[in-house]
Nanobody, 127 residues
């Protein structure tokens, strides 16, 4: 049974940092690229960051560049999202997702192309 379980969300103030984690189980983690997405109230789910199967390549949405860092530990079947300098507009439910394949470019990662999803963790940034 495939599971992706996010954790680390919470209520923080603008300028603070948070580290999200996503623990995967039930599939061969290292065969999948991983992505973080977010969905704010009343908005569509949007891409935040992606990482290839080995962790060597990363890709970010413009809104995340310079502030967020995605990483993974294949030994722990876990992907992380370090979020610094948080802004109120970062408030959303954050989801991790997995896409099968080592060869596809992670620049093509998008919500409707993912194989597995977690249930999300809420991040609220107050001003």
């Amino acid at each position: 049974q495939v599971q992706l379980v996010e954790s680390g969300g919470g209520l923080v103030q603008a300028g603070d940092s948070l580290r999200l984690s996503c623990a995967a189980s039930g599939y061969t983690f290292s065969n999948y690229a991983m992505g973080w997405f977010r969905q704010a109230p009343g908005k569509e789910r949007e891409f935040v960051a992606a990482i290839n199967w080995s962790g060597a390549n990363t890709y970010y949405a413009d809104s995340a560049k310079g502030r967020f860092t995605i990483s993974r530990d294949n030994a722990k079947n876990t992907v992380y999202l370090q979020m610094n300098s948080l802004k109120p507009e970062d408030t959303a439910v954050y989801y991790c997702a997995a896409r099968l394949g080592r060869m596809q470019s992670i620049t093509t990662i998008k919500p409707n192309g993912m194989n597995y999803w977690g249930k999300g963790t809420l991040v609220t940034v107050s001003s």
